[in-house]
Structures are given as C-alpha cells and as structure tokens.
Nanobody, 127 residues
Framework: QVQLVESGGGLVQAGGSLRLSCAASGGTFSTYAMGWFRQAPGKEREFVATISRSGGRTDYADSVQGRFTISRDNAKNTVYLQMSSLKPEDTAVYYC????????????????????WGRGTQVTVSS
C-alpha cells in the first residue's frame, strides 16, 4: 500500500511562489507515474500536472502551463510542484496521486486513472 503525504501549502500573495512536496512510502516510487490535482470550494477536482516514472515526460493543464513545474526525485521518493506567478484562482486544496506506470513515458490526466491519493495541502492566494 502506498502512502502519499503532501506538504508546503500555505497563504501567499498574488504573484508569489510556493513549492509543494509529496513524499511517498510503502511502494516502489520509481515505478509510479505521479500527478497533481486540485479542488477549489464548490468545484470538481481538476488535473494540474503529471510526470512519468522516470521524470522524462511532463505535462500541464493549460491554466498552469508556464507557471508551474512538476519534478521528482526518485532517490528521495518525492514529487514536487513548483508554483510561480500565483493567482487567486489557484486557491485550492492540492492533492498528489500515484499509479503504476505502464511504461517509462506514460503520463495520466484523469483522476480515475490514479490508485493512490494523499490527503491534500491547502494553497490560498490572496489578491
């Protein structure tokens, strides 16, 4: 069973930056594709970013492209989300997710494709 624990959320002013971390345990991290999702109050959970098990392939939602960067350190069993130029509309609970990757370049966009989820970390961007 894989456990995922997010950290790094908080309150930041618009235009600021935060780095989220997601530490994994209980599985073989290097075999998992990872994703970040977010859910704002009253809205459905939405895809933010995904990274392949090797880290060689990444992809982003249009709303965060160019502002957010997903990365991973397989030696530390950790995936990161560097968020810059934050906007009030980025306010949400951010979740990391994991699933066994079918091949080294596989990335996944839908929440239903992921088997394991963290509990989330709150990000609040003030205007």
């Amino acid at each position: 069973q894989v456990q995922l624990v997010e950290s790094g959320g908080g309150l930041v002013q618009a235009g600021g930056s935060l780095r989220l971390s997601c530490a994994a345990s209980g599985g073989t991290f290097s075999t998992y594709a990872m994703g970040w999702f977010r859910q704002a109050p009253g809205k459905e959970r939405e895809f933010v970013a995904t990274i392949s098990r090797s880290g060689g392939r990444t992809d982003y939602a249009d709303s965060v492209q160019g502002r957010f960067t997903i990365s991973r350190d397989n030696a530390k069993n950790t995936v990161y989300l560097q968020m810059s130029s934050l906007k009030p509309e980025d306010t949400a609970v951010y979740y990391c997710a994991a699933r066994t990757a079918l091949n080294s370049g596989s990335v996944y966009y839908a929440s239903v494709h992921y088997n394991y989820w963290g509990r989330g970390t709150q990000v609040t961007v003030s205007s």
